[in-house]
């Protein structure tokens, strides 16, 4: 059983430039969840997202920032026109359908973005 | 609001002794946990431990025990036997439910381990 999958591992781009992250939750889980980690910082909360619906974006900044999950594929995490600001590495977690009760989120390794 | 706090930004720990990391944290909610992640240098997150708000008994995994104190809302991690494969990045995280009735995890600034042979 496969964990959670984040594709790339290491991404680099140019000030401007359009970044696109990846991540394949755990077989079987229909939430995902996006964090952000600057450098020597803890993980924040960014996006919750189910099947096709964007549930909670309270942590997303309000510009340049978008994230999908599609019926079918990957979750996708996108930033418009990066600046240096946004190097940091991006984690995505999964957590299985629950009706009731408080469940573990399952991390993926992360994407280290670099902005030069 | 809820907030975590870790106030041990570094700790160097003598090979074998157990280490105490600390972990305050503020909620008004009635449900919430507790979690322990590792991060070693290679930057995964490793889920260590989870407490749950309502657990009657403090949480164990083979090194690790979680020391919750609820009335002080501490969730404080214990390492015995500390090995060097402990040195690492540390964070305390409380899940709680959102306004949307997702589960949030909200992190700590994180304490970093170093075990001296």
């Known amino acids: 059983n496969a964990g959670v999958m984040q594709n790339p591992r290491h991404l680099v781009r140019r000030r401007g430039q359009e970044a696109r992250l990846r991540c394949s939750p755990m077989k079987g889980h229909s939430h995902v969840y996006w964090y952000r980690q600057l450098p020597e910082e803890g993980l924040k909360f960014m996006v919750y997202l189910q099947k096709e619906n964007i549930i909670d974006e309270s942590g997303m900044p309000k510009e340049r920032f978008s994230a999908e999950f599609p019926k079918e594929g990957p979750s996708i995490l996108r930033i418009q026109q990066v600046v240096r600001g946004d190097s940091a590495a991006y984690f995505c977690a999964s957590s299985p359908s629950r009706t009731s009760g408080i469940y573990e989120q399952y991390f993926g390794p992360g994407t280290r973005l670099t902005v030069t | 609001a809820q907030k975590i706090t870790q106030t041990q930004p570094g700790m160097f720990v003598q090979e074998k002794e157990a280490v105490t990391l600390d972990c305050t944290y503020d909620t008004s909610d009635p449900s919430y946990g507790l979690f322990w992640y590792k991060q070693p240098s290679s930057g995964e997150m490793i889920f260590l431990i989870y407490?749950?708000?309502?657990?009657?008994q403090n949480a164990t995994e083979g090194r690790y025990s979680l020391n919750f104190q609820k009335a002080r809302k501490s969730a404080n991690l214990v390492i015995s036997a500390s090995q060097l494969g402990d040195s690492a990045m540390y964070f305390c995280a409380m899940i709680f439910r959102g306004n949307f009735g997702n589960e949030k995890l909200t992190f700590g600034t994180g304490t970093r381990l170093t075990i001296i042979p």
């Open positions: 407490q749950g708000s309502y657990d009657q």
